[in-house]
Protein backbone atom coordinates (compact mmCIF):
# COMPACT_ATOMS: atom_id res chain seq x y z
CA UNK A 1 0.00 0.00 0.00
CA UNK A 2 1.07 3.90 -0.67
CA UNK A 3 -0.44 6.36 0.83
CA UNK A 4 0.71 9.70 -1.58
CA UNK A 5 0.47 13.77 -0.22
CA UNK A 6 0.77 16.02 -3.12
CA UNK A 7 2.08 19.73 -1.53
CA UNK A 8 3.62 23.15 -3.31
CA UNK A 9 0.63 24.18 -5.41
CA UNK A 10 -0.28 28.09 -5.33
CA UNK A 11 -0.75 31.06 -7.38
CA UNK A 12 2.00 31.65 -9.85
CA UNK A 13 2.18 34.20 -12.28
CA UNK A 14 3.04 33.47 -15.68
CA UNK A 15 7.17 33.11 -16.46
CA UNK A 16 7.63 32.40 -13.07
CA UNK A 17 8.46 28.96 -11.23
CA UNK A 18 7.02 26.32 -8.78
CA UNK A 19 8.23 23.40 -6.83
CA UNK A 20 5.79 20.68 -6.45
CA UNK A 21 6.03 17.81 -4.11
CA UNK A 22 4.34 14.18 -3.60
CA UNK A 23 5.47 12.31 -0.19
CA UNK A 24 4.88 8.79 -0.11
CA UNK A 25 4.25 6.73 2.67
CA UNK A 26 5.13 2.51 2.37
CA UNK A 27 8.26 0.82 2.79
CA UNK A 28 7.93 0.04 -0.63
CA UNK A 29 8.09 3.01 -2.83
CA UNK A 30 11.19 2.32 -4.42
CA UNK A 31 8.94 -0.43 -6.58
CA UNK A 32 6.74 2.06 -8.01
CA UNK A 33 7.10 4.21 -10.69
CA UNK A 34 5.77 7.90 -10.26
CA UNK A 35 3.87 9.97 -12.36
CA UNK A 36 1.91 13.74 -12.51
CA UNK A 37 -0.91 14.43 -13.96
CA UNK A 38 -3.24 17.08 -14.36
CA UNK A 39 -6.66 17.98 -14.39
CA UNK A 40 -7.70 21.32 -16.07
CA UNK A 41 -11.61 22.29 -15.42
CA UNK A 42 -13.71 20.80 -17.86
CA UNK A 43 -10.71 18.55 -19.33
CA UNK A 44 -9.79 15.32 -19.36
CA UNK A 45 -6.80 14.56 -17.12
CA UNK A 46 -3.66 14.31 -18.74
CA UNK A 47 -0.03 12.96 -18.06
CA UNK A 48 2.51 15.55 -16.93
CA UNK A 49 5.58 13.38 -16.90
CA UNK A 50 6.49 10.30 -15.06
CA UNK A 51 9.62 8.73 -13.47
CA UNK A 52 10.82 5.33 -13.51
CA UNK A 53 11.62 3.43 -10.29
CA UNK A 54 15.03 4.14 -9.60
CA UNK A 55 14.41 7.52 -10.84
CA UNK A 56 17.23 7.52 -13.65
CA UNK A 57 14.53 7.84 -16.34
CA UNK A 58 12.02 10.27 -16.93
CA UNK A 59 9.42 10.33 -19.66
CA UNK A 60 7.62 14.26 -19.96
CA UNK A 61 4.39 15.81 -22.09
CA UNK A 62 5.20 17.53 -25.13
CA UNK A 63 3.21 20.09 -23.59
CA UNK A 64 5.60 20.81 -20.46
CA UNK A 65 8.93 19.29 -22.13
CA UNK A 66 11.95 22.00 -21.21
CA UNK A 67 9.95 23.04 -18.65
CA UNK A 68 9.25 21.00 -16.37
CA UNK A 69 11.65 18.27 -14.38
CA UNK A 70 10.73 15.37 -12.16
CA UNK A 71 13.59 14.30 -9.79
CA UNK A 72 12.65 11.57 -7.34
CA UNK A 73 14.31 10.83 -4.13
CA UNK A 74 13.75 7.07 -2.82
CA UNK A 75 15.77 7.66 0.52
CA UNK A 76 12.92 10.63 1.48
CA UNK A 77 10.02 9.02 -0.27
CA UNK A 78 9.72 12.09 -2.67
CA UNK A 79 9.14 12.62 -6.19
CA UNK A 80 9.27 16.43 -6.81
CA UNK A 81 7.89 18.10 -9.84
CA UNK A 82 9.99 21.49 -11.12
CA UNK A 83 7.64 24.03 -12.34
CA UNK A 84 9.93 26.13 -14.67
CA UNK A 85 8.43 29.23 -17.10
CA UNK A 86 5.11 28.11 -16.57
CA UNK A 87 1.91 29.34 -18.54
CA UNK A 88 -1.93 30.24 -18.01
CA UNK A 89 -2.54 26.81 -19.41
CA UNK A 90 -1.07 24.96 -17.16
CA UNK A 91 -3.63 25.62 -13.98
CA UNK A 92 -5.07 22.46 -13.56
CA UNK A 93 -5.26 20.45 -10.37
CA UNK A 94 -1.64 18.44 -10.27
CA UNK A 95 -2.00 15.15 -8.76
CA UNK A 96 1.08 12.34 -8.27
CA UNK A 97 0.48 8.65 -8.83
CA UNK A 98 2.17 5.41 -8.15
CA UNK A 99 2.01 2.04 -10.33
CA UNK A 100 4.18 -1.00 -10.51
CA UNK A 101 4.15 -0.34 -14.25
CA UNK A 102 5.08 2.66 -15.57
CA UNK A 103 2.76 2.35 -18.65
CA UNK A 104 0.06 2.20 -16.52
CA UNK A 105 0.98 6.45 -15.63
CA UNK A 106 2.22 7.02 -19.22
CA UNK A 107 -1.19 5.78 -20.51
CA UNK A 108 -3.35 7.57 -17.89
CA UNK A 109 -6.07 8.34 -20.79
CA UNK A 110 -6.25 4.57 -20.99
CA UNK A 111 -5.18 3.27 -17.56
CA UNK A 112 -5.71 3.66 -14.23
CA UNK A 113 -3.15 4.42 -11.79
CA UNK A 114 -3.14 2.12 -8.52
CA UNK A 115 -2.48 4.49 -5.90
CA UNK A 116 -3.37 8.74 -6.28
CA UNK A 117 -2.69 11.40 -4.35
CA UNK A 118 -5.61 14.00 -2.98
CA UNK A 119 -3.67 16.86 -5.40
CA UNK A 120 -2.74 20.19 -5.55
CA UNK A 121 -3.85 22.85 -7.23
CA UNK A 122 -1.65 25.35 -9.54
CA UNK A 123 -2.67 28.51 -10.80
CA UNK A 124 -0.97 30.87 -13.12
CA UNK A 125 -2.07 33.77 -13.60
CA UNK A 126 -1.25 35.93 -17.11
Known amino acids: QVHLVESGGGLVQAGGSLRLSCLAS????????VGWIRQAPGKERELVGA????????YYADSVKGRFTISRDNDKNTVYLQMNSVKPEDTAVYYC???????????????????WGQGTLVTVSS
Open 97 to 115: AADQKLHTIVAVGEENPEF
Open 26 to 33: GRTFGSYA
Open 51 to 58: TIKSGSST
